[in-house]
């Protein structure tokens, strides 16, 4: 059994209280903060830092890469997008960032942070794939990147570099935006950027380590019974490989959700976005009911359009990036939407790739295209704060 699949059976998350990982024979516990962000930037944003970063009272800023910068042996990649963070042995973390190029010049980069916050390397996780948007990270430390175009698919990559990434085609190909995973059920929720685009679940035969098989499972579609909201069924693809038919038109009943975008798994709720109405979804893995908990089309003047990639932290506080809008990431509840930090002059660039650092003390995204709105000028930030 090699390194990859070994790391399969060593994560365990506990989104409540805290993360543990097990190395040579340990568990390593990390505590993870559960503060409400609501209530830090309840009093709104200060102007903007040297950064060009709107931060809350006693939050602060810094720009860790920015696209083409040497870093290590790596020059960080253009069109920085989708990411996430990985624990490291030495209790030090990794952050993964896709890169959004077309024709074969996307893939995923990473940056290995050691325990005090310190960059100690970087390098490349993923090469030569095409439009690496967003996707999602494993229970077993992996990430999973999606490829959006028509013909797109899922390349489980290694953060640590150690093993070479692996194309998944059994999770379908369609134009893939982003893939949650439900670490109690053990299936993946994805995403379709399309504007009748799908929402999908794979169900993976469970391997020898607990987990699904990525190679050996079924592809499903979702069908809303009683129209926008109501109870999902879910419906076998025939052909997930997309061999004659696009997957989104194979079941005739399936719903369709109109550009989906980040999504994200929380305390058996499903959660994603939609960018052509401005909606953010809850599906109940347990009651199997689809609801919205955000529609920008409620409000005279939303704080929050253009939603994206989707995080959150441990309190199950949503943190949905803004592509366009007004560059804000904003915190999302069931009753409240308040932005939690906005970039400035950044008016043709989007945000992207938000996550926490494993024990959420640090939040990092990108700005996809910087100040002048090239790919090339992209800028991956740090936040510290409260958090």
Not at 38 to 48: H, K, M, W
Not at 309 to 321: D, G, M
Request: include cysteine; aromatic fraction near 10%.
């Amino acid at each position: 059994m090699n390194t990859f699949e070994r790391r399969r059976k060593f994560l365990k998350l506990n989104l409540a209280g805290g993360l543990g990982i097990f190395f040579s024979g340990h568990w390593l516990s990390v505590p993870c903060q559960a503060a409400s962000l609501i209530r830090a930037a309840r009093d709104g944003l200060l102007p903007p830092d040297a950064n060009g970063v709107r931060l809350p009272k006693g939050f602060s800023s810094r720009i860790i890469a920015r696209s083409g910068q040497s870093l290590f042996d790596y020059h960080w990649h253009a069109a920085p997008d989708g990411g996430a963070t990985f624990l490291t042995s030495d209790l030090g973390w990794i952050y993964v960032s896709n890169s959004e190029l077309d024709h074969s010049a996307g893939g995923v980069g990473a940056i290995r942070f050691n325990r005090y916050g310190e960059i100690d390397n970087a390098y490349s996780i993923l090469q030569n794939t095409t439009r690496n948007c967003a996707g999602g990270q494993t229970p077993w430390q992996t990430w999973l990147s999606c490829e959006e175009y028509d013909r797109g698919q899922v390349w489980e990559c290694d953060p640590f570099g150690n093993n070479s990434a692996r194309l998944r085609p059994a999770l379908g190909t369609f134009r893939h935006e982003a893939i949650a995973v439900d670490p109690q059920s053990k299936q993946l929720y994805l995403t379709e950027d399309e504007p009748d685009g799908c929402l999908y679940r794979y169900t993976g035969n469970i391997n020898a380590s607990g987990f699904p098989d990525l190679n050996n499972g079924k592809l499903e579609v979702a069908e809303i019974s009683g129209g926008r909201i109501g109870e999902v069924r879910w419906h076998p693809l025939p052909d997930p490989h997309a061999t004659n038919t696009p997957t989104r038109y194979q079941i005739p009943q399936c719903a369709k959700f109109n550009g989906g975008e980040g999504i994200w798994y929380s305390t058996g709720m499903v959660y994603f976005a939609t960018k052509g109405d401005d909606r953010i979804w809850a599906y109940n893995t347990h009651s199997k009911l689809l609801s919205i908990i955000y529609n920008a089309a409620v409000y005279i003047r939303p704080v929050l359009t253009g939603v994206d990639n989707i995080t959150a932290n441990a309190a199950s506080e949503l943190l949905v990036a803004e592509d366009g809008g007004n560059m804000q990431i904003v915190v999302v509840t069931w009753d409240k939407v308040v932005p939690l930090l906005q970039v400035v002059n950044h008016n043709r660039s989007e945000i992207t790739g938000p996550a926490f650092s494993p024990d959420g003390s640090r939040l990092y995204f990108s700005s996809q295209r910087g100040i002048s709105g090239k790919s090339k000028h992209g800028i991956t930030f740090e936040v510290t704060g409260p958090f």
